[in-house]
């Protein structure tokens, strides 16, 4: 169980496009969703803490106007880098936790989305 | 003071020895910690999580927590090349608090 989906793996833009990336949870119910990137051989960052029906919380240096976040039900969480350049080429990874807000479920990770902008 | 802290390596172990990833956490009211375990490239994937102080143990892994000195550790015992990754310790709070550190890099040697 706790099976967290996301959607694509890898993408190309060009730069100046946007980028939609989806994370579903399949088996449960997920309140909060959790949004990291990582650059090659660093460590993961979290970004942004999605929550549903509500706005999302970013952590500081994370722009807010530049990656949208959208959790519009209890099994969905989109993120949208828009206008990508170059620099925001990395690994994006999303979590969900089937513990609801109690902190004593794992996070459990999407397989990530390697995005390349060109 | 960082919430988790880990050796980030390398630890290198030849194949079949006991590998020993420490990790220790900053505040007395994390509650649950966790291991995962991430291959070049990949996402994390979870190996193990315990609660209670003492060990735990699953297959070739085991869990250790000692809440009062605020160490968390896994073993994995007759490591192979395959367990060649980063291992990263996590741990949580209540409202949903999760904090990681920046990983061990461990490599079995055939």
């Known amino acids: 169980g706790a099976v967290v989906s996301q959607h694509p793996s890898r993408v190309i833009c060009k730069s100046g496009t946007s980028v939609k990336i989806e994370c579903r949870s399949l088996d449960f119910q997920a309140t909060t969703m959790f949004w990291y990137r990582q650059f090659p051989k660093q460590s993961l960052m979290l970004m942004a803490t999605?929550?549903?029906?509500?706005?999302?919380?970013?952590e500081q240096g994370v722009e807010k106007d530049k990656f949208l976040i959208n959790h519009a039900s209890l099994t969905l969480s989109t993120l949208t880098v828009t206008s990508a350049h170059p620099e925001d080429s990395s690994f994006y990874i999303c979590?969900?936790?089937?513990?609801?807000?109690?902190?004593?479920?794992?996070?459990?990770f999407g397989n990530g989305t390697r995005l390349t902008v060109t | 003071q960082k919430e988790v802290e880990q050796n980030s390596g390398p630890l290198s172990v030849p194949e079949g020895a006991i590998a020993s990833l420490n990790c220790t956490y900053s505040?007395?009211?994390?509650?649950?910690f966790f291991w995962y375990r991430q291959y070049s490239g990949k996402s994390p994937e979870l190996i193990m999580f315990i609660y209670s102080n003492g060990d735990k143990e699953d297959g070739r892994f085991t869990a250790q927590l000692n809440k009062a000195s605020q160490y968390v550790s896994l073993l994995i015992r007759d490591s192979q090349p395959s367990d060649s990754a980063t291992y990263l310790c996590a741990v949580s709070r209540a409202g949903n608090q999760f904090y990681f550190g920046t990983g061990t890099s461990l490599t079995v040697i055939p």
């Open positions: 979590s969900a936790t089937p513990g609801g807000s109690r902190g004593d479920s794992p996070l459990h």
């Open positions: 505040d007395r009211g994390s509650q649950s």
């Open positions: 999605s929550n549903e029906g509500s706005k999302a919380t970013y």
